[in-house]
T-cell receptor
Framework: EAQVTQNPRYLITVTGKKLTVTCSQN?????MSWYRQDPGLGLRQIYY???????DKGDVPEGYKVSRKEKRNFPLILESPSPNQTSLYFC????????????FGDGTRLSIL | AQTVTQSQPEMSVQEAETVTLSCTYD???????LFWYKQPPSRQMILVIR??????QNATENRFSVNFQKAAKSFSLKISDSQLGDTAMYFC???????????FGKGTSLLVTP
């Protein structure tokens, strides 16, 4: 089954404790991205990757890092989480060419205390 | 940057009725895609319908259809014969072609009542 898998689905942690949210897709997609969803703001793009070792900032990259060492994986790293990063996070992927829409993961709810 | 505006934060419709969700966008580009995504309480992002800007014909998917007015930069979603399972947050989204980012509106929360 084609899917984008995020882990964990829920996490409560404390300020300053480094965390990583993993994202993996099994569709051999070139393009992957991370979004955060906040009430009243919709979804905003954090980072995206066009292919292995190629990443770029989205609209709200501050406080986040990403890496793309393998085509299937695109982890989101919060080196020193802060309460304003409490949010619902989505990973998405799609082929690098063509008009295919993005496939979304099921979301990760992060709470930073 | 492209912006997407959904002017209706909340809407309500009775079961079996028809409802229209509005979306406008701002771009100076000519080639792009438009999408409607549904987010039920389970939080999944589900693609409802998409439209290519170069196609004049409005997209339809079963009970869902769009009214795409390119000159007016408007992309509304019509849900016919509303069902209780249509209760969800609906997001309008825009993507340039070629392009990488999906630009989302802030969403419209739709409640379908019996």
């Amino acid at each position: 089954e084609a899917q984008v898998t995020q882990n964990p689905r829920y996490l409560i942690t404390v300020t300053g404790k480094k965390l990583t949210v993993t994202c993996s897709q099994n569709m051999n997609h070139e393009y992957m991205s991370w979004y955060r969803q906040d009430p009243g703001l919709g979804l905003r793009q954090i980072y995206y990757s066009m292919n292995v070792e190629v990443t770029d900032k989205g609209d709200v990259p501050e406080g986040y890092k990403v890496s793309r060492k393998e085509k299937r994986n695109f982890p989101l790293i919060l080196e020193s989480p802060s309460p304003n990063q409490t949010s619902l996070y989505f990973c998405a992927s799609r082929p690098g060419t063509g008009d295919q829409p993005q496939h979304f993961g099921d979301g990760t709810r992060l709470s930073i205390l | 940057a492209q912006t997407v505006t959904q002017s209706q934060p909340e809407m309500s419709v009775q079961e079996a009725e028809t409802v229209t969700l509005s979306c406008t966008y701002d771009t100076s580009e000519n080639n792009y895609y438009l999408f409607w995504y549904k987010q039920p309480p389970s939080r999944q992002m589900i693609l409802v319908i998409r439209q290519e800007a170069y196609k004049q014909q409005n997209a339809t998917e079963n009970r869902f259809s769009v009214n795409f007015q390119k000159a007016a930069k408007s992309f509304s979603l019509k849900i016919s014969d509303s069902q209780l399972g249509d209760t969800a947050m609906y997001f309008c989204a825009f993507r340039l072609n070629p392009g990488y980012a999906l630009n989302f509106g802030k969403g419209t929360s739709l409640l379908v009542t019996p």
